[in-house]
């Protein structure tokens, strides 16, 4: 049985890269850039006023001037005027400085009258201030952006600010999710004592939009050999991943394991030493598909999603990795197995700013309605069985931050 690392290695080495789309910049939040994004123009533009206030030169207020007749008015976006000799022109916010003047005044320290502005007495004027240079942000042609950075809301402003109207980002992947299960009756239909409403599918294709992926599409399936295959045939040819949930234990209907390779799915693993989860197998499709067959069980279903679906689908995005978290385990945890033990906790931070990790009990593995209490899960290592309050660890968060 492979390792969480092991597995986790694994299907990263089966993941392919997904192509590439360009969409509208208004569409590519969340989407992983594939293409760089240089400046289109010195930021700023032009040397920008900060202040409303009035704009004059630093040779006439060192000759002695402290009135200065206004020749004008300069707003935000208006053409660039050139101040004469002796002379103040009234400026806003946002406004290019006249190129011969190097003094603002904020209008709170002047005082106008008969069309004569007056620096008011005490008030030092400093040359420059309330000037934001041209280009002091950064240059022309400055690489603001570059392939494998998740577009953020902050990143569009700098795209949009770049001219851009589209931009290059990984195509997003169609993932089929299929919930197996004779049990399983979904949200609005009506339901019978022994059967279960389905969870898992609508938690997973959710997870994934968390995430930024938006084309999945969750349908289900009975444990029936005949239905299961005729089913995975069709995902097969739409899918570029292939998520199943259900199926995949040694139970009498767990069918997943041999359709998929009646199909041509190739293993790549099935089971392994982890807990909850650890029926988890993996492999991949004809062409070149992921095919993930997730244990039914909700913590376990959603636990491997986050754990391996995710990264892979990163992976293919060419996202940068992200780099490992650690929190602080807020109370002892005793994990007897020999195996990975996936502990959903709630994250609460302590005076120092170290994020604490307070153990979220789940009664089994089926038990999902803890799972909203909590930010993610700790990984804690299968060789240990006491994992003392203090302990630094691994964390994964169900949601990206
Ligand atoms: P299985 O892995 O098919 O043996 O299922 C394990 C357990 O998870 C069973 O109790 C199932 O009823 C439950 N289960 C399976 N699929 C789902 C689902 N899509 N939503 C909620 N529970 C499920
Ligand atoms: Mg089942």
Redesign the pocket.
């Known amino acids: 049985m492979l390792t969480t690392a092991e597995a986790l290695d694994a299907v990263l080495a089966a993941t392919p890269s997904f192509a590439t789309a360009r969409v509208a910049t208004a569409d590519a939040c969340g989407r992983v850039l594939r293409q760089v994004v240089r400046a289109e123009r010195d930021q700023p533009p032009f040397d920008r006023v900060m202040m409303d206030g009035i704009a004059f030169a630093w040779s006439d207020y060192n000759g002695g001037l402290r009135s200065f007749p206004i020749q004008g008015m300069q707003g935000a976006g208006d053409e660039i005027q050139v101040l004469d000799k002796g002379h103040c022109i009234e400026i806003m916010t946002g406004a290019a400085m006249p190129p011969n003047a190097d003094c603002i005044v904020p209008v709170e320290h002047i005082t106008v009258s008969d069309g004569v502005a007056e620096i008011e007495a005490g008030y030092e004027v400093a040359r420059d201030r309330y000037l934001h240079p041209q280009g002091s942000d950064y240059a022309k042609g400055a690489y603001l952006l570059r392939p494998g950075k998740r577009v953020s809301p902050l990143d569009i402003a700098i795209i949009a600010s770049c001219g851009e109207t589209e931009v290059d980002v990984a195509a997003d992947p169609v993932v089929r999710i299929v919930?197996?299960?004779n049990?399983?009756v979904p949200a609005g239909a009506p339901i019978k004592p022994q059967q279960?409403?389905?969870?898992?599918?609508p938690a997973i294709k959710a997870l994934l939009e968390s995430h930024g992926y938006r084309r999945s599409e969750h349908t289900?399936v009975s444990?029936d050999v005949d239905a299961l295959r005729e089913h995975l045939t069709c995902q097969l040819k739409e899918a570029d991943v292939l998520v199943l949930?259900?199926?995949?234990?040694m139970?009498q209907?767990?069918f997943v394991p041999q359709v998929l390779a009646e199909l041509g799915v190739e293993l790549v693993f099935h089971k392994v030493s982890q807990r909850p989860g650890k029926?988890l197998w993996f492999g991949k499709g004809p062409r070149g598909q992921l095919v993930f067959a997730l244990?039914?069980?909700?913590v376990?279903?959603l636990v491997c999603s986050r754990q391996y679906l995710i990264p892979a689908l990163a992976k293919a995005c060419g996202a940068d990795a992200a780099p490992p978290e650690f929190a602080v385990l807020a109370a002892r945890i005793v994990f007897p197995p020999q195996l990975t033990c996936f502990q959903p906790v709630k994250l609460v931070s302590n005076a120092a700013g170290q994020a604490l990790a307070m153990p979220v009990k789940t009664n089994t593995s089926?038990d999902?309605a803890s799972l909203s209490a909590t930010d993610g899960y700790v990984e804690l290592p299968r060789d240990q069985s006491e994992f003392a309050a203090g302990t630094s660890v691994f964390l994964h968060r169900w949601i990206a931050h």
């Open positions: 919930s197996t299960g049990e399983l279960i409403r389905m969870s898992n599918g289900h444990d949930s259900g199926g995949v234990s139970g209907a767990d029926p244990p039914g069980n909700p376990s279903a089926g999902f």
